[in-house]
């Protein structure tokens, strides 16, 4: 009998969305075995019945539970809460449920800073005021779902591998543990490491890195970390080269942004980077700021308004 | 150890010796005194104190200062009451021990020894009753010696920056240099004391820390800073706002009433000027005792004019008795480096003579086989200590104990009046065997010194003696809260909390030892790295010695005499003889070190000769690569005209009666030629001495010639001031010379130069007319350095010497255990300097091939292999560079890299462990779990 | 009631810690609010175990080395 399997989008792009179809034809073999008894990026399926007659948020019942985006409002949690509800394993898809992703970044801000920057200042269309009817009220933060409710699997990625995507649900299917990559980027970079001591300063990636030709393998570039750059690669969980391995952003030669998060479930990159770029003597200073190195992770209280963000 | 002897006799010859010692009576029995300090809060009986200068009060019952060793009372006889009128005995009473014996009588010992050193170093001179200064007449006129207690934050004034007369905060502060040196007027001392120059900037700057706005002026004739690293420090101190002024002070007087001092003086402009200072610290120089001088005479042995011991350049630890060295400024004036690279140099000559019965007196303890207690369930026992009264006096200790039985997995309390006693160290044992204890907690005074004992006892009970942590309940918590039982109380509960957290994580740690090859490499064969080989060799053991050049010698060949007038070309000779016909010493020549791994007792070199390359394998590293000559190309007409030249040529040109040289009259040195400049920053060191002697040479072989020496502060350190006085008997002519008005040479007629320099007391520029001209040019450090420190991963200063591991007390080790330095490429000094610290690093290399293996603590960095992904954060970071990189492909082709640590260069320090991102490595027994855990429990109450 | 700080502090074991134990051989008397964990180099001290001490109630925290 096919597993049923419900999926949800949140604060979300779409993007792991995409990621679970660019499975590509092994998408079949799931299909084979699953059936999506809730999808509103695929299907068509309302809330409160399919006339609007219901009163309650509802969504079937199912085994797997999907879950991409982070909670930024009420809606978002109200359909959480409900997926939770309904499904035995919930699985958080894609950095922003697992850490926040990148709209966490938004957590340096208050909420009434967003709106006023995002409807009145010169760089937007003007708007008369915020719109106060039709939409769900914001929390006062971004959370991930782990904050909210249990999670079972964590599927980080921005967006997750595919091949991850679908090795996890044959686990899931053949009753066997979820087994994802657990060191961090490094693991699985080919570059060549010596050690940090060398860099004084980070310089910006503007230029591209030295390597020799331009067909050069990755195993002949030096670590660009070394090279100066910062990459993020030492403090973010591994896993977004797939089964190809190599990880994604230097497979093309460009630092590590750190999509997949921090690599212990409880990390903090931006601290444990400045603390490891510090203790080599790095000069951290020379980074214009540090919150980006929470791009993906901003979640879990890391990103706060700053205190004297009213003055500002 | 002995304390309170003093030696009475000496016979015997080297090899065998028999001293007689007599002992004076301590009065405290040291194998019971627990130096509580019970006897001293008794004592009725205040005296002076000593070591704060006499500044502050102690007991007759006293410990002379707080890092004295061994930490155990006396009783001055000259002070007690009951010693001397048979009344009071208040310590005995109230001693918890039982240690006071007032009893105890002098003893006579007698020993037997191969080798005598005798370092009973110097005492400060005493300027009492010397008009010009004042000292003991103005209460405000104090010696260096009073104010380094002053500034001492455990001093009497606690640090606290203030004046005898008022206790008045001081703003303006004057030292006065040369109290008691080069001074034959008021002392009897022509010798320069050497260290007080760089001792007054010291105190001076730590003056300035202490009074914000303090206004301090240092007067001197010379500013001496000619140690490793004193110019930079004497230029942050001119940075700092220190004014440095030069000229003599001829008189003090005091300001009536407000105590202060009145200052008359004439600066180096020739005006007059007069000021007042708060305080006056006398620059004190340096003496020998009359008891040291006692000590000679017992001994037998030689002292010079100065009263200080007489010794060979060429072997500067030497008396003039075969088998009784001597180090430290028994011998000279000195300070702290050269200080500790004679003492190693006085134990390696001292240890050559014993080691035909090397390790023959070691006994070794044997354990039983460990218990296996990894998976057993943690079963703690906590033993509280007493102390006498020194804890139980202040915190409750019962209910300590109640607390403890209630804490999670404490399955034993006991408690002792003596935790460290022996009969409490069966007492563990016992407890640990019968109540099946597997981790243990002692409650009691610091880890730092009773740790050992106690691992021991863990040992002796079979359990892995890493499985024990130690409440600091003493220390850290009674002593300092004396007056709140309460909160002392609760914060034992605490502490013992947070050891009982911390010992339930730790796991048994296997002892690590690491074999030793017997061998010894020496990189160098100047006159450092020869007699280091040599030093080795006498010692037994095989040296490979490795040389670029085609000869022996290095810098050495080019130098005429040593400062005392030794020629330096015949005892070169002798040292190439005896290095090539010793059996031991495997000379490699046109050679050198290509690459090299390994750590301390086994390091793997490969020496490159030409083509050829082959590996040597050895225990201990010593690295005496030498140093140059600076070339002032360009500066003073140095490779334009023929007659200006370097030192080293001048030397070399005169023993090979150079023509030039035969038929000049007149004679310029130019001191500080590429030293002491923005480039290096640094003293040569040897180029004063060096000039000066040429100087008195030129002077005594045609006294009718004329000789100039220009120079910025002329250097003549500690006996070698002797030849500037000399000099100037002899008239040398000396002018001084300031870093903005350098001297300037012009080509005068052919063969004569004109070299004008500023006079700073005709206040207008001197021309002199010349037919030499000699530049004291720099030593710098040579290519090698640079090399090496790739190759053996080794740390350079700033001025790219090699940097030793701490700049006072182990001037001859590198921070990585099993590599020593000597000679010039450490920093700049003449061949006596050199000569002890090659034996000094072959002294410390024996301590490593002593043995054939040694052993380590077991506080190591340990890898989680699977946390660490090899992302190389923390390779730099290791400052030992234990920690290295490797990497091993899967069976699917994947790389796995991780980090690998060396347990014999690795010390603990976890600086990589506060590097990793990953939780990758953790130093064992300080993992971060661990830590956490304590900080978890002491918040816990 | 006053307010009684917690304090931790992190000491090296051949510097910081040796001063905290020479602080009770001279007998100087200090508030009893700190608790000293022994290590055996500041440098050992992640951050992280600061911001933990933090987290756990730490109104103070010394890193002495």
């Known amino acids: 009998m096919a597993v049923k399997v419900a999926q949800e989008w949140l604060n979300s792009c779409s993007g792991c969305e995409i990621s679970i179809v660019d499975m ?119 959370t991930a779902l782990d904050e909210k409710v249990k999670v079972d699997i964590y599927l980080p990625g921005c967006p997750p591998n595919p091949d991850h995507v679908f090795s996890a649900l044959v686990s899931l299917l053949e009753g066997r543990p979820v087994q994802l990559p657990e060191k961090s980027v490094c693991d699985f970079c080919p570059t060549v490491r010596e050690g940090k001591g060398g860099v004084k300063k980070l310089r910006r990636f503007l230029q591209a890195p030295q ?102 | 150890m002995i304390t309170l002897a003093e030696i009475t006799d000496v016979t015997g010859e080297p090899g065998n010796f028999q001293v007689e010692v007599t002992r004076r009576p301590r009065f405290v029995d040291t194998e019971k005194c627990i130096a509580c300090g019970l006897c001293a809060e008794k004592c009725p009986k205040k005296v002076d104190d000593e070591y704060n200068e006499k500044i502050s009060k102690r007991k007759a019952v006293y410990i002379p200062y707080a890092q004295a060793v061994p930490q155990k009372y006396a009783i001055d006889a000259d002070n007690c009451i009951y010693l001397k009128s048979g009344k009071c005995g208040a310590c005995e009473k109230f001693c918890p021990a039982g240690a006071i014996n007032f009893e105890d009588k002098p003893q006579t010992v007698n020993l037997n020894v191969g080798a005598i050193i005798l370092s009973p170093g110097f005492a400060a001179f005493d300027p009492t009753g010397i008009r010009t200064w004042g000292y003991g007449e103005f209460k405000n006129v104090i010696t260096a010696m009073e104010m380094e207690r ?62 914000k706005d303090l206004e301090a002026s240092i007067f001197f004739m010379d500013m001496r800073t000619h140690g490793k690293e004193f110019e930079r420090y004497y230029e942050r101190a001119k940075g700092l706002g220190i004014e440095f002024k030069r000229c003599r002070v001829h008189s003090l007087e005091p300001v009536s009433e407000t105590s202060d001092i009145y200052f008359r003086y004439i600066d180096d402009c020739g005006r007059q000027l007069e000021t007042q200072y708060d305080l006056v610290v006398l620059s004190v120089g340096l003496c020998t005792p009359p008891s040291a001088m006692e000590l000679a005479y017992h ?95 202040v915190i409750d200790v019962e209910r300590l104990a109640r607390y403890a039985e209630t804490l999670p997995n404490v399955a034993h309390v006991g408690r002792n009046l003596f935790t460290c006693s022996q009969d409490t160290q069966d007492i563990i044992k016992n407890a640990i065997r019968d109540k099946g204890l597997n981790r243990v907690v002692v409650a009691a005074c610091t880890p730092r010194t009773h740790e050992p004992l106690f691992r021991e006892t863990l040992k002796s009970a079979g359990l892995n003696e890493y499985l024990f942590d130690m409440a600091n309940i003493r220390n850290q918590d009674s002593w300092v809260h004396a007056a709140e039982p309460e909160r002392a109380t609760e914060k034992a509960m605490d502490l013992v909390r947070m050891s009982v957290a911390k010992v339930g994580l730790l796991t048994p740690l296997p002892s690590i030892s690491v074999p030793v090859n017997q061998a010894a490499l020496v990189i160098g064969g100047g006159i450092s790295g020869m007699v280091s080989a040599l030093e080795l060799a006498d010692h037994g053991f095989h040296v490979s010695l490795v040389e670029k050049a ?252 090699f940097q030793e591991a701490h700049a006072k007390l182990r001037p001859v080790d590198f921070a990585a255990d099993g590599i020593f330095m000597a000679g010039l490429a450490h920093c700049p000094k003449p061949v006596d300097e050199s000569i002890a610290q090659a034996k000094a690093a072959a002294g410390r290399a024996v301590s490593v091939l002593a043995g054939s293996s040694i052993d380590l603590e077991a506080t190591k960095a340990t890898v989680v ?28 082709g994947k790389r796995n890299a991780r980090v690998e640590v060396n347990l014999a260069q690795c010390k603990g320090c976890g600086l990589c462990q506060a590097t990793c991102p990953k939780d990758g490595i953790y130093v064992a027994g300080f993992s971060l779990e661990q830590i956490a855990a304590q900080v978890e429990a002491a918040l816990a109450g | 009631m006053s307010f009684e700080p917690k304090i931790i502090g992190f000491t090296c074991n051949w510097c910081s810690y040796a001063a905290a134990d020479l602080a009770g051989v001279s007998r100087m008397q200090y508030p009893h609010n700190v608790r000293l964990v022994r290590v055996m180099c500041s440098g050992m001290v992640h951050p992280r175990v600061v911001s933990q001490a933090f987290e756990m109630g730490a109104d103070g925290v010394l890193v002495m080395g």
């Open chain 1, 24 to 142: 590509g034809e092994r998408l079949l073999d799931v299909l084979a075995q699953v059936e999506f008894v809730h999808s509103p990026v695929l299907m068509d399926h309302k809330y409160f019945g399919q006339l609007g007659s219901g009163r309650h948020l509802e969504i079937p019942e199912a085994v797997v539970g999907l879950v991409s985006g982070g909670v930024r409002n009420e809606e978002h949690l109200e359909v959480l809460t409900e997926m939770r509800k309904k499904c035995q394993v919930l699985i958080a898809l894609g950095t922003c449920a697992t850490h926040g992703g990148i709209p966490a970044l938004a957590n340096s801000y208050r909420n009434d800073e967003i709106l006023e920057r995002y409807y009145s200042t010169e760089t937007t269309d003007k708007c008369e005021e915020v719109p106060s009817e039709g939409l769900p009220p914001l929390q006062d933060s971004c």
């Open chain 1, 211 to 312: 390597y020799g030709a331009p067909g050069e393998p990755l195993d002949k570039m030096r670590c660009l970390l070394e090279q100066g750059i910062l990459c993020m690669g030492a403090v973010t969980r591994a896993g977004c080269g797939g089964d190809a391995k190599t990880p994604r952003c230097i497979a093309a030669r460009v630092p590590c942004r750190g999509c997949t998060g921090p690599v212990r479930k409880n990390g903090n990159q931006r601290f444990d980077m400045l603390n490891a770029l510090a203790s080599n003597g790095v000069d951290i200073s020379s980074l214009p700021e540090s919150v980006s190195l929470l791009r993906f992770s901003g979640a879990h209280g890391l990103l706060r308004p700053s205190r004297k963000g009213k003055e500002a």
């Open chain 2, 150 to 211: 002053i500034l001492s934050a455990s001093g009497p004034t606690e640090g606290h920056l203030v004046r005898p007369s008022d206790k008045k905060e001081v703003k303006r502060i004057a030292f006065i240099q040369c109290v008691g040196s080069r001074d034959l007027n008021k002392s009897r001392n022509g010798y320069c004391s050497s260290v007080c120059c760089t001792y007054a900037i010291k105190q001076a700057m730590m003056a300035k820390d202490h009074v």
């Open chain 2, 299 to 393: 001994a037998g042995v030689e002292l010079n004019e100065n009263r200080f011991v007489e010794s060979s350049s060429f072997d500067p630890v030497a008396t003039s008795r075969p088998g009784v060295f001597s180090c430290g400024a028994f011998s000279g004036p000195k300070d702290i480096p050269q200080t500790v690279m004679e003492a190693s140099a006085a134990a390696a000559d001292a240890t050559r003579l014993l080691a035909g019965a090397r390790n023959s007196l070691t006994r070794t303890k044997e354990f039983p086989p460990e218990i296996e207690v990894a998976s057993d369930e943690v079963r703690i026992g906590v033993f509280i200590c007493h102390c006498g009264t020194n804890i139980a006096g």
């Open chain 2, 550 to 801: 085609n000869v022996l010698g290095g810098q050495a060949r080019h130098l005429f005499r040593t400062w005392k007038g030794e020629l330096i070309e015949p005892a070169l000779q002798e040292l190439d003889a005896r290095v090539r016909s010793n059996p031991l010493i495997t000379l490699h020549l046109e050679s050198t070190v290509g690459s090299a791994e390994g750590f301390v007792g086994n390091f793997k070199s490969t020496i490159v000769r030409g083509k050829d390359s082959r590996v040597v394998e050895h225990g201990a590293t010593i690295i005496a690569t030498g140093g140059q000559g600076y070339v002032p190309e360009g500066e003073y007409l140095f490779g334009t005209s023929s007659r200006v030249f370097t030192a080293i040529e001048f030397d070399k040109l005169r023993m090979v009666g150079d023509r030039r040289m035969k038929q000049a009259k007149n004679y310029v040195f130019i001191q500080c030629v590429g030293s002491r400049c923005e480039e290096r920053m640094y003293c040569s060191r040897v180029c004063c001495t060096h000039s000066v002697q040429a100087a008195i040479e030129l002077k005594e072989s045609s006294p009718a010639g004329e000789v100039f020496v220009l120079y910025r502060d002329m250097r003549t350190y500690g006996q070698r001031e002797e030849l500037y006085r000399k000099a100037r008997e002899k008239g040398v002519v000396f002018i001084h010379y300031e870093a903005h008005q350098m001297p300037k040479v012009r080509p005068l007629e052919p063969r004569r130069l004109e070299v004008e320099v500023f006079d700073h007391i005709l206040h207008e520029p001197l021309r002199i007319v010349t037919d030499i001209v000699v530049l004291a040019t720099a030593i710098t450090p040579n290519a090698a350095t640079a090399e090496l420190a790739d190759i053996y991963k080794l740390p350079v200063d700033a001025d790219g010497f």
């Open chain 2, 865 to 892: 292999n699977a946390n660490c992904d090899g992302c190389a954060m923390c390779l730099d970071v290791c400052p030992y560079k234990a920690i290295s990189l490797v990497s091993e492909e899967e069976a699917g």
